[in-house]
Each structure stands twice: as C-alpha cells, then as structure tokens.
C-alpha cells in the first residue's frame, strides 16, 4: 500500500464540519470510481503534533503508484464532477504540504543478500 499524506490548515472561518463534507463528496467520488482504496482525516489532539505541519493529516490509500497515478490524472483534468469537489477542498485550506509514504518491509523484499 502507498500512503500519499496530506497536512493542511483550515483557512480562518472555515467550519471542520464543512471541510470533512468536501471530503468526503471528492475522497468518496474517487474511492468509488477506484481511483483510490480509502481515506482517512486525522486532526491534532491536544494541540500536539510536529512542527509546521497542519492541523489535519488527510491519508490516502491506493494499491500502487499506477492507482496513484490515475487519481492525480482524474484530477488534473480540471473536468467535473471532479474539478467541482476538488476546488470543493482546497478552497478551504492552506498550509498544504504533501508526503507520500509506503508499507514497509515490501512484500517483494530479499532478505540476505543486501550489500549495505
């Protein structure tokens, strides 16, 4: 599994709830279309977390970078119903940052003949 991690803040009056209603109606069109396997919202508890990331991590899911890569397709396009749940987020953030993590070991990792 590759996990594409996302911190934001919210913009200065925007309501969580409304941020979570526009993520679900854009992480939800692209699980459905198997764009991606799933999607979580995680939020800074007790005002603990490293230092410049945001107040929320958004981690998604997809098999591999190829799934990966359809999912930036699909939104790169700027067509709908994708753009329009797009821009439905990312109006409402700042502070974005992106990392993109994997399942570790890999499944498909030799062990014992490593040189380092």
């Known amino acids: 599994m590759d996990i594409y991690q996302i911190s934001v803040d919210l913009k200065p009056g925007v309501r969580d709830t409304r941020f979570l209603a526009a993520l679900e109606t854009y992480l939800g069109a ?3 279309d198997g764009r991606i396997e799933g999607w979580r919202l995680l939020r800074r508890k007790l005002g603990l977390g490293m230092p410049g990331l945001g107040e929320f991590q958004i981690l998604i899911e997809t ?3 190829t799934q990966l890569d359809a999912a930036f397709t699909s939104a790169s396009r700027r067509d709908e119903p994708i753009e ?3 821009h439905g987020v990312s109006a409402l953030v700042h ?8 399942d570790f070991p890999d499944p498909h990792r030799k062990h014992g ?4």
Not at 95 to 102: E, I
Not at 113 to 116: L, N, S
């Open 30 to 32: 692209l699980k459905a």
């Open 63 to 65: 098999r591999d970078l």
């Open 84 to 86: 329009g749940a797009h």
């Open 95 to 102: 502070n974005f940052q992106a990392a993109l993590y994997r």
């Open 113 to 116: 003949e490593e040189k380092f």
